[in-house]
């Protein structure tokens, strides 16, 4: 590996250190706990009539490839998995329009995932 891989590795070791928690994570009807580093949550804003309203609000997740494991198979991201936090949020992968990746590499030796969530709730569904 080369210096800087071995930084970044480090970096992200110690994001997980600091950030990381459990999570439930439903892939297509199978749920397994992993750990993961969650973003910032940010929300997407309207302007109605002078108002501003929130529509919807995102989350990115840092998922280590290696523990993104479901039925013993290692598996990627997919578009509909659903993310729940341990406060009983739940985070629907998705990317910023159909035609986008819902997951990105973080890191150059790609032992990150970078997922992509909108908070999934029912009053919410019509909008993905």
Known sequence: MSLFTDSMSL????AEDVGGEYVDYDYSGTVECIYVVPGRVVGIQTNTGGRMQTAQRTLDFMIRRDRLVIDDIPREPQRGN???????SSWKVTGPSSSEPVWRYSDSSLSYYRVQTVEHTSALEGLE
């Open 82 to 88: 659903i993310i729940t936090r341990a406060d009983g």
């Open 11 to 14: 970096g992200f070791t110690a």
